[in-house]
């Protein structure tokens, strides 16, 4: 069993920047490949970035390439998803989830075990 809990959402501007956290505990944070998702209300949930349980592998959905960048620190069980350049079609819940699979990234939803619960990040126009 894997518990997930992001942190670092809020309110910004257009052309700012967040960057989310997501911390880990229980089962070995290093095996799993984590990835973000993003859920905007009355949209369903889409992939954003994810990195493999090394993080020699990233990947990011085409909407946000060139301006955020997911990493991960396997000594602090953290995952972070910095966000620069916002703009106001990034509002949207965001989730953390952890994917058994070590090795490389993944963008279904289902391959995911475990999710976090999700923090607002709202940018205004």
């Known amino acids: 069993q894997v518990q997930l809990v992001e942190s670092g959402g809020g309110l910004v501007q257009t052309g700012g920047s967040l960057r989310l956290s997501c911390t880990a505990s229980?089962?070995?944070?290093?095996?799993?490949?984590m990835g973000w998702f993003r859920q905007a209300r009355g949209k369903e949930r889409e992939f954003v970035a994810g990195?493999?349980?090394?993080?020699?592998?990233?990947y990011y959905a085409d909407s946000v390439k060139g301006r955020f960048t997911v990493s991960r620190d396997n000594a602090k069980n953290t995952v972070y998803l910095q966000m620069n350049s916002l703009k106001p079609e990034d509002t949207a819940v965001y989730y953390c989830?952890?994917?058994?699979?070590?090795?490389?990234?993944?963008?279904?939803?289902?391959?995911?075990?475990?999710w976090g619960q999700g923090t607002q990040v709202t940018v205004a126009s």
């Open positions: 229980g089962r070995s944070f290093s095996s799993y490949s």
């Open positions: 990195i493999s349980s090394s993080g020699d592998v990233t």
């Open positions: 989830a952890a994917d058994p699979i070590p090795t490389g990234v993944r963008m279904v939803r289902h391959h995911y075990d475990y």
